[in-house]
């Protein structure tokens, strides 16, 4: 049962006892499944010259010989002393190339480190739904993939209870976050058990996450977020979600105070514009603000709703001012009227912007 093999290098480790005692681990050379190790023979008078180290002996196949048994210390322990991902801070996502959490185990004594299990506790606050928890091993290390994880667990997630943690700290009620512990048995009825780890990921994941949750087709980098504001819209008008962390993009910042100026002088008087919304990630996009665009601009931080403001013509007069503007600033895509009337039960009560980097659709053009 403790025999474990690699396919990677044709090596079985098997524990080498003698009255119920482990003094060694037989290295097997050879094979790489542990059903095809149906016995080994250990020979003690018959010692090569050069048989491997103490802890993990050769055992070449045919003679099988073993180096002398070590003595074994009184009791066992284990730890876990490294945790690493691919992200900074050991933070993860379920994407590819994002989702191993690798972990490794100081065991004493050294010999029983291939004989290590691993259990994995979903440890994150808000569990509904959450996968990845389990038994793994043996082995003196563990590389555990994060599952994809369903869209589902945000389900009765508010707004209101999302603005709360916000403001309570790290981590996070949706935060992704395993609890490790690792075990040795000592073949005597005596097991050691680690401290239990917890890797968790950090605010920008936890935001990157729900684009993999939602099956976005871009998953935006780390580097993209950040905290922006410009010179009249601030971080709080350009995020009204749920992390302190965002997305606007360079040409979203500039457009707008852009925009700002040109309806300024087009009506002869300081005119502030007030945003409706701009960023969106997926829980608020689709959950909280009831949105049903599947790759909508907002998700990327290159969208924005301006309020349409009082004037003396009415909400039409200021929209097509506004899009005047829009078409004298360039580079900014307008949705039509109609298409913001019939989402609106036939109310006109924002201008949609878009800056992005391929062309306007031809009627989206200003």
Not at 97 to 103: A, D, K, P, R, V
Not at 237 to 253: H, I, K, M, Q, W
Request: aromatic share 6%.
């Amino acid at each position: 049962a403790n025999v474990a093999c690699s396919p990677v290098d044709d090596v079985c480790r098997i524990p080498v006892t003698a009255s119920g005692r482990m003094y060694a681990t037989a290295k097997v050379e050879g094979f790489s499944d542990a059903e095809a190790v149906s016995q080994v023979v250990v020979v003690r008078d018959s010692i090569p010259e050069s048989c491997g180290s103490p802890d993990e002996p050769v055992v070449p196949p045919g003679g099988l010989p073993v180096c002398p048994p070590m003595d074994m210390p009184d009791s066992v322990a284990v730890a876990i002393v490294g945790v690493s991902t691919t992200n900074a801070g050991t933070s993860f996502t379920s994407s590819a190339g994002e989702n191993t959490i690798h972990l490794s185990a100081d065991v004493s004594p050294a010999v029983l480190s291939p004989a290590t299990g691993w259990t994995v506790a979903v440890a994150t606050q808000r569990s509904q739904g959450v996968l990845g928890g389990g038994s793994f091993g043996p082995g003196g290390t563990l590389d555990f993939v994060v599952p994809d994880q369903p869209m589902s667990r945000f389900d009765g997630y508010t707004h209101a209870a999302a603005q709360a943690a916000l403001t309570s700290g790290p981590p996070l009620p949706n935060t992704l976050r395993f609890q490790f512990t690792a075990a040795v048995d000592d073949g005597q009825g005596e097991t050691a058990t680690s401290a239990p780890v917890v890797v968790e990921q950090d605010e920008i994941d936890t935001a990157r996450q729900e684009y993999l949750d939602f099956k976005k087709l871009i998953l935006p980098a780390r580097a993209d977020f950040g905290v922006f504001s410009t010179d009249h819209f601030s971080a709080a008008e350009l995020n009204p979600g749920d992390y302190s962390t965002f997305l606007a993009v360079p040409a979203l910042r500039s457009g707008l105070e852009a925009l700002r100026i040109q309806i300024s002088e087009d009506r002869g008087a300081e005119t502030p514009l007030t945003l409706k919304s701009a960023f969106r990630h997926p829980v608020h996009h689709h959950i909280h603000a009831g949105a049903t665009s599947p790759e909508s601009r907002h998700l990327y931080g290159r969208a924005a709703d301006i309020r349409i403001i009082g004037e003396p013509g009415g909400a039409l007069a200021f929209f097509l001012l506004l899009k005047d503007a829009a078409r004298q600033v360039g580079g900014i895509c307008w949705e039509p009227e109609q298409v913001l009337r019939d989402a609106a039960g036939g109310v006109l009560n924002h201008a949609h912007v878009e800056w992005i980097p391929e062309p306007c659709p031809t009627k989206w053009r200003p």
